[in-house]
């Protein structure tokens, strides 16, 4: 496979291209670090937060939008359809870069966790990546610091100068609706943490309704958590049956049927004190091939409304 992060950055040079056209920002940092603007600075629109979803996956995605219903109320919706959700979700997708230095925290998103490759996903996978660039989405309330920016190229293995770094708030458009697009890859990695070889899984297909975008970053991660866990839909090609796939739907989760709001705001928004069956999507359709195809969960609009505040 070509490299990940050669992938991203071609779409790392769209958005740098149409900076205008999508409303995001861009600039360089002294280090000669690039830091994209998606929705910190800037307000973007839905254009540019699918682009920052494709980026994420490093265009190993097809990401889409379209018009659906939540409690009768008019919503835009994100469809996302991969057919290497391994390698595009596990190995770049997934936020699972924890990235805290000085006074700068983000939530690391991306091809660049592929050049690290110390994440347990990239055994599962066997894939790691190897380019003289790196690319990594970070989720926080503030534009990427030069410190921040250092610790990408020193842990990436590159020159700071060949660091881009999209940027974007949970509370933004951009951040909804990446948000929306990762439904697919939640159940790509509920099936992974339960055990089920996520190498087996041939295609996947995701939508989710799009958050409605908040005042601030808590109610953000809220809404755009009851975006997926009660309104989004997953259907996966596998190669293997397994008795683990009605564990992977939110509804397997304890605590569900509660707003996320109220569900981090019980944990001080510690996420690794809550059940990690709780990061699922409301419903899934397994299709084992030369098998049975299976349906777990259900969307839940009453959840939906109230997460999402509709009068």
């Not at 999508?22 to 682009?51: C, K, N, Q, W």
């Amino acid at each position: 496979m070509d490299s990940l992060n050669r992938m991203a950055l071609e779409l790392a040079d769209e958005a740098l291209e149409f900076t205008e056209e999508l409303d995001i920002g861009a600039f360089e940092l002294d280090s000669g670090a690039t830091v994209i603007d998606f929705g910190v600075g800037h307000e973007g629109g839905l254009e540019a937060g699918l682009l920052l979803a494709e980026l994420q996956t490093a265009g190993l995605a097809t990401v889409q939008t379209r018009v659906d219903e939540v409690a009768g109320a008019t919503f835009p919706h994100v469809e996302m359809a991969c057919d290497q959700p391994d390698v595009a979700m596990l190995g770049s997708q997934k936020a699972g870069w924890e990235l805290s230095v000085d006074d700068y925290e983000g939530l690391g998103s991306g091809p660049a966790r592929a050049l690290v490759a110390r994440e347990g996903e990239f055994q599962a996978i066997d894939y790691v990546d190897a380019f003289e660039f790196a690319v990594l989405a970070l989720e926080g309330d503030a534009l990427p610091t030069e410190a921040a920016a250092e610790q990408v190229a020193d842990l990436s293995g590159v020159e700071p100068g060949s660091v881009f770094l999209p940027a974007y708030r949970t509370a933004s458009v951009a951040g909804s609706v990446s948000a929306a697009a990762r439904t697919a890859e939640l159940a790509v990695f509920r099936l992974y943490e339960l055990g089920y070889d996520p190498t087996d899984v041939l295609s996947a297909t995701g939508s989710a309704p799009v958050a409605p975008v908040a005042g601030d970053e808590q109610t953000a991660i809220g809404r755009t958590n009851d975006a997926l866990a009660y309104g989004g839909r997953v259907h996966l090609t596998v190669a293997e049956d397994s008795d683990v796939f009605e564990a992977v739907p939110s509804s397997a989760a304890e605590l569900y049927g509660e707003p996320f709001a109220e569900v981090f705001g019980s944990e001080d928004w510690d996420h690794d004190e809550i059940d990690e069956g709780a990061f699922g999507p409301a419903q899934l359709t397994v299709d084992v091939v030369d098998g049975p195809t299976y349906a777990y969960g259900e969307v839940r609009e009453d959840l939906l409304a109230d997460g999402f505040g509709l009068a």
